[in-house]
Structures are given as structure tokens and as C-alpha cells.
């Protein structure tokens, strides 16, 4: 059984910065990637950020690409996602999960089988 439990959100003005983390426990993640995704009201949940656990090859969807920052310490089993230049529109609840597949790369979210329970970010203008 897999435990993730994100903190670190928080409300921001638009410009600033903010770091999430989530905490990972219940099994070695060695061989998966993990992800950042977020759900603004009234949104579908979408992709923000992929680290691959071994090696740490990163991907980001278009709308954080040079913003954001995906990391993780393998040591205390945290991911990371430093968020600096923030907008209105980054304003969601920021989830991280568990790719279910071994060294898969696809960033859906059916395709993710253990999940967070949220850290709200909200933006100021």
C-alpha cells in the first residue's frame, strides 16, 4: 500500500513562489515515475509535472514549461515541485501520484494508480 501526502501549498501573489512536497511511503518507487497534477474548480485533473524515479528524467505540460521545477530526494522518498513566476491561472488543487506501470512515461491520469490528497495553491492578482 502506497501513502502520498503532499504539503506546502498555500496562497501566493501572481510573480511569487511556492514548493510542494510530497512525502512517499509503503513501498520502494525505484522503478516508477511519479507525477504532479492539478484540478482548478470545475476542471478536469491535468498533468503539471513526470520525474522518473531512477535516473531523473523530467517532463512538464507547455503551461508550467520554465516555471516550474519537478525534483525528488531518493533518500527521504520526496518529491518535489518548485513553482516560481506563478499566475492566477496556476490556482488548483495540486495533487502527486504514482505512475502504475514500471518505467512507464505517460502522463494521463487513469494512467497513475495511487494518489495524494490535495494541497491547495491559490494566486492573487
Known amino acids: 500500500q502506497v501513502q502520498l501526502v503532499e504539503s506546502g501549498g498555500g496562497l501566493v501573489q501572481a510573480g511569487g513562489s511556492l514548493r510542494l512536497s510530497c512525502a512517499a511511503s509503503?513501498?520502494?518507487?525505484?522503478?516508477?515515475?511519479m507525477g504532479w497534477f492539478r484540478q482548478a474548480p470545475g476542471k478536469e485533473r491535468e498533468f503539471v509535472a513526470l520525474i522518473r524515479w531512477s535516473g531523473g528524467s523530467t517532463y512538464y505540460a507547455d503551461s508550467v514549461k520554465g516555471r516550474f521545477t519537478i525534483s525528488k530526494d531518493n533518500a527521504k522518498n520526496t518529491m518535489y515541485l518548485q513553482m516560481n513566476s506563478v499566475k492566477p491561472e496556476d490556482t488548483a488543487v495540486y495533487y502527486c501520484a504514482v505512475h502504475r506501470v514500471p518505467y512507464g512515461v505517460t502522463f494521463s491520469v487513469a494512467d497513475f494508480g495511487s494518489w495524494g490528497q490535495g494541497t491547495q495553491v491559490t494566486v492573487s492578482s
Open positions: 509503503g513501498r520502494t518507487f525505484s522503478n516508477y515515475a
